[in-house]
């Protein structure tokens, strides 16, 4: 990944499996990031990433590194919505994440969504590696800023991409030299992209707000599972949406596509909550992989 970075914070977690039971073998943080670990062992890890503040303001550009080790689960959200502050001046504001998920591994990776204030810039990266047998469970979503307070799409800048690397078989010659452009160089790196996913609203491009863009929608979701062990989920997932009837003028929009090893769901929403209790009655079931319900600490 390569964009105009320069780290002012950053936070790292690792996850292994020891005695059965999955296990923080390693977090720090440092200003203005916190990492917080309410279960740091069982038989899932619960972790929580946050910031001073409640979000990042001009000049914050913080990374998040992540671990999970082999047949380990974990379960990585935030607090609350990651606010994004006035940045008139247009300052390089950002954040990073880079995960690896050995084999046998789970990380559902939940935060709550990205909140940009009016006149606000801002930019993200994530990164997501998987070993054999191992999968991933991805939700990237944001809203349309603070609209009680007259500030809906009303921020500069607002970019995301995620990538979704998978593993070859040992001996595949194929991808030796293929990487992921700006990749870390402490990660394995991997031959297969299985996902990758952009996202840019710019104001400079004109009204955000405008029919073609987001029009009467205040929050937008990508929700992807991929890896064996949520593949059930996801085939539940894809028929659901199949079976979904479309209403004219609908003020919730629903779109799902198959992926290697899984799908990726991606949803329009007028209300925030509406699209919250929606995504959440699709993650619960998860709480059979992780061994507990992780959701149930914020709802």
Known sequence: MQFDFQERGR???????????????????????????????????CAYATNFGGGLVAGDQTRLEVRVGKQARC????????????NP??????????ATVEA??????????VQPFADSSYTQRQEFRLGDGSAVVLLDWFTSGRPACGERWKFTHLSTRNEIWQNSAPGDATGASQQSVGASPELPLSNEC?????????????????????????????????????????????E???????KRRSSFLL?????????VLRVAGEQV?????????????????LGEDPWSRRW
């Open 11 to 45: 936070a790292s977690l690792e996850v292994d499996r020891i005695f059965n039971e999955s296990t923080v073998t390693g977090a720090y943080a440092t200003s203005p990031m916190k990492l917080l670990t309410p279960r740091a062992r069982g038989g899932c890890v």
């Open 89 to 98: 001046h247009l300052l390089p504001c950002g954040h990073m994440t880079s």
């Open 194 to 238: 299985i996902f990758f996913d952009s996202c840019c609203l710019d104001a400079s491009e004109g009204p955000l707000d405008s029919a073609h863009r987001t029009g009467r929608f205040n929050c937008f979701a990508t929700l992807v599972l991929v890896g064996a062990l949520v593949q059930q989920a996801a085939n539940r997932l894809l």
């Open 104 to 113: 046998g591994g789970l990380l559902v990776f939940a935060p709550t969504p």
């Open 75 to 86: 379960f990585l959200g935030t607090q609350a919505s990651t606010k994004i502050y006035r």
């Open 255 to 263: 779109n799902a596509s198959p992926l290697k090893s899984g799908a």
């Open 240 to 246: 659901e949406v199949r079976r979904a009837a479309v």
């Open 273 to 289: 909550s509406e699209v919250d209790r929606y995504l959440r009655k699709l993650l619960t079931p998860l709480a059979g992989l």
